[in-house]
Every structure is written in C-alpha cells, then in structure tokens.
C-alpha cells in the first residue's frame, strides 16, 4: 500500500517534536520527575479522626459553663479581679482578705505602723498655724524650691487614681490613693526599704470616690466607691466594716469639721446624703444638683458653710442651717459652660475656687461669696484637673497640659509661676497639700503615677 503523502508543514512539527524529545533525554527531565512523585507518595501520611474525648475541657465562656468568675485559681491577685466575694455584703471584710499584695509583704507591718502613731502628733484641720508661701519677687513664688527625685514617684496599680490623702500625721509621712478597680493603697515614703513602702488592698468592687480620715483618730479610714458603698477601714481591728451600703454610685465624701457622727456624700444625681455614724440612718437627704456632685467641701472656720460642685454645670455655696428640705436655696452659685469638676474653700474660708472643663477657674469672694472672677486656664480636654489652694490664700495650684504646675495668684488673677521636672512626663490631674509640712505637695498624672514634692 502506497504511504501517505507529508506536506513540508508536517515535515517540520515532526522534526521539531523530535528534537524536543532528544533535548528532554539529555536533561533526564523525565526520569527525575518519575524520582520525585515517588517520593512524595512513599511520604504522604494517613490521618485518622481521633475519638472525641468527652472529659476534654471545652473552651466556651464562664456563663456557659456555670463558672462564677472567683472560681478559677489563680497564682497571684490579679488587679482587675475582686479577691472578696462579699464586697457588698452586710458586715466585716477582714484586711487580709483584702490585701492584693503578691510581693510577699505582710499586711500587719502596715497595721503596726498606723497604730504605733502617737496620739498627739495627729494633724487637725485648723489653719490657725499654717505657713505662707514666701515670695520672691513681686510676681513669683517660692516654687522652685521644690524639688522631685525619683525616689517619690510611686505606682500603686494600673488604671486611673480617683482620690488622694496625705495621712494626717506630723511625724508620718504617708500618701493613701484610690483606684479605678476598688483599690485603697497605702504609700510610706519614710520606709529605708523599697520593697517594704506599698500597700494595697481592695475593699470595693468599683472606683474609689473618697478618702476621709476619722477627726482625732488615724487607725479609722472612711472611703466612698461608685459601687454605692461607704467602708470604714479600722486598723484596730483589722477588718473594713461596711457603714453604707445604697442603690447609687457615690462621687464624692467629705465630712464636716470637728463633726465625727457625720457623713457628707453625693450620690446618685444630685443628692447629699447626710449619714449619722451612731445610728446608722441618713439624717437629712436634699436634692441640691441636677446632676452628680463631684465634691464637697466645707468652710473650715465656719463649718455651717458647704460648697458643691456638679456636673450640671454649677457650683454652690449652701449654709447648712438654712437648707430648705422641699427648695433648698444656695446663698451664692456660679455658673460655667461645662462640668465643674471641684469648688473648694481657701485655708481661711474667704474664698472658693472652681475648675470646669470650660477651661477657666472661678474665684469667688465677698461677704456672700457674691464676687465672681473667672480665670482663664486650660483643664483638661477628656481628663479633668482638679485646683487645689496651697498653705495660704495668695495661690491655687492647678496642673497644665504641659506636665508642670501653675500658681495661679488670686492678687493678680494670673499665673505666676510653673513647676516643672524632667522626672515628671504626663499631666498632673490633682494634688494635695500636706496639712503641716509646708512645701510637701502630691499630685497624681492621667497615667496612674502618684509624685511627692518635697521643699530643697
């Protein structure tokens, strides 16, 4: 039979695919090829669904699984975790159920330290003896005599610090704070050893408001939380007793000079409530603010006399022998365009001063309290700063957006002065002047961090 007759074109592919072939078995493309799948197939593992075994633990949340939150083990507290279950529980808390330290501190050195505190070196609140500030010149003050090592920089816990003490002591030198978790701690810069100045504990579920130290007795600590408890902490003994308990947060805590039955609080939305020790009853309730009070202070010279501040954008001024139960009636207000944060009287009880988040600082003097300044300063944007008046009447020591510490005079109506330190590096919210020792000034930054100024 005759072959097919191949045109030129297939002549070519046929030639082509030939040399293509030759090119392949010179490289052994194919035999490598064959090496490599048998590899892979002599290595490729089986897998086999394992049995399910039902005592594993399954990660699923707590509320699923029937778990309250105090039934997991941990090694060491955690901050953010309340070591008592019975926080709001009528009764006692023991201090050492509430003591959050894991450094190995013992709880009853503090306990020893508080009580070995003499009787008579207790810090009143009169200001008869306070010093002034000397001046160095027609418009500065003596702050540049302060001075801040790192040695007084202490930081109790994480989150915010919500309200700051000096222990009224002459001969101790302690700071007690507040924290954002129900966090009481205890600072004593007197101590030689670093690992031996702090101490924690935890006696509320929420945010503590307010520090008061019982009149005439340093081992009774009264503090207010956003929980809408009042705790009384008596080291004498040991324990956190709970005097309060109600269905509001509560702001603010002040108690009425030389009055050691009563408890002043804000709670809720406006209200005071005024809470007698002794029978363990609210005396009088009044509905002074529309919204919450975030302090209270009273005229140390006329203890009739009581400020409030509130978020409703007021300050007042109340005389406590003339509150109306049904129309309570301030004797002065001032109004801001924002929250005012604090209203607190001078040392001799002439002056008020407010700070709002308005940016400015209100000065209020005058027989009735019915001469009005408002100074212009920047307070804060989300987090407010708090005024605090120095030893005397001249000065209103207030933090800036800078890290430093203006003195605001009430002569001038002006900043004088800044203090400044390289140690410090964020904002300073508020302070508080030891009652005795004139120069010893703490403040508290946004970040947590507690800072003691001491005079050179």
């Known amino acids: 039979m005759e072959s097919k007759k191949v045109n030129k074109y297939e002549e070519q592919r046929l030639a082509n695919i030939k040399q293509n072939a030759n090119m392949l078995a010179a490289l052994k493309i194919h035999s490598t090829i064959t090496q490599l799948n048998d590899l892979s197939k002599r290595h490729k593992r089986k897998y086999t669904k394992k049995p399910r075994n039902d005592s594993h633990v399954v990660r699923t949340s707590l509320r699923c699984r029937g778990i309250a939150p105090q039934e997991i083990p941990t090694k060491t507290p955690k901050i953010r975790q309340s070591p008592i279950s019975s926080v709001l529980e009528p009764g006692a808390v023991k201090m050492r159920d509430a003591f959050v330290n894991s450094s190995g501190l013992d709880n009853c050195k503090l306990i020893e330290r508080i009580l070995g505190v003499s009787k008579n070196s207790y810090v009143g609140y009169s200001t008869d003896n306070a010093l002034e500030v000397t001046e160095k010149g027609d418009n500065s003050t003596a702050l540049d005599s302060l001075r801040l090592g790192p040695q007084k920089i202490a930081r109790f816990f994480q989150g915010k610090i919500f309200s700051l003490r000096f222990f009224p002591s002459n001969d101790k030198r302690m700071i007690v704070v507040g924290g954002d978790y129900g966090n009481l701690g205890f600072w004593d810069v007197d101590s030689v050893d670093d690992g031996d100045r702090m101490y924690v504990y935890r006696p509320h579920s929420g945010p503590v408001s307010g520090i008061v130290f019982q009149h005439f007795s340093t081992s009774k600590i009264f503090t207010s939380s956003y929980d809408g408890c009042i705790r009384l902490m008596d080291v004498e003994r040991e324990t956190f ?3 309060y308990h109600g269905d509001h947060s509560i702001c603010s805590l002040s108690q009425r000079p030389n009055n050691v039955k009563s408890l002043y609080f804000g709670e809720g939305q406006g209200k005071v409530n005024v809470w007698d020790e002794t029978s363990g009853k609210s005396s009088s309730l009044w509905s002074l603010h529309e919204g919450r009070i975030n302090s209270i202070d009273f ?13 409703d954008r007021t300050a007042c001024i109340w005389d406590l022998r003339k509150v109306n139960v ?16 604090s209203a607190f009287f001078s040392p001799s009880g002439s002056l008020l001063a407010t700070t709002s988040f308005d940016h400015t600082v209100g000065l209020l003097g005058g027989a009735n309290y019915d001469r009005v300044s408002m100074l212009s300063h920047t307070n804060g944007i989300s987090t407010p700063l708090r005024g605090s008046w120095g030893w005397d009447d001249r000065y209103i020591f207030i933090g800036n957006m800078k890290g430093g510490i203006d003195a605001i005079s009430t002569v001038t109506n002006r900043c004088i002065d800044t203090l400044r330190s390289p140690e410090m590096t964020a904002i300073p919210r508020f302070f508080e002047k030891h009652p005795a020792n004139v120069g010893m000034l703490a403040g508290v930054t946004h ?8 005079p050179s």
């Open 241 to 243: 007793d709970l005097a």
């Open 299 to 311: 005229n140390a010279h006329n203890t009739n006399i009581m400020a409030t501040s509130s978020s």
């Open 447 to 454: 970040t947590g961090l507690v800072y003691l100024w001491t």
């Open 326 to 341: 049904n129309k309570p009636e301030p004797i002065s207000t001032v109004n801001h365009k924002r929250a005012v944060h």
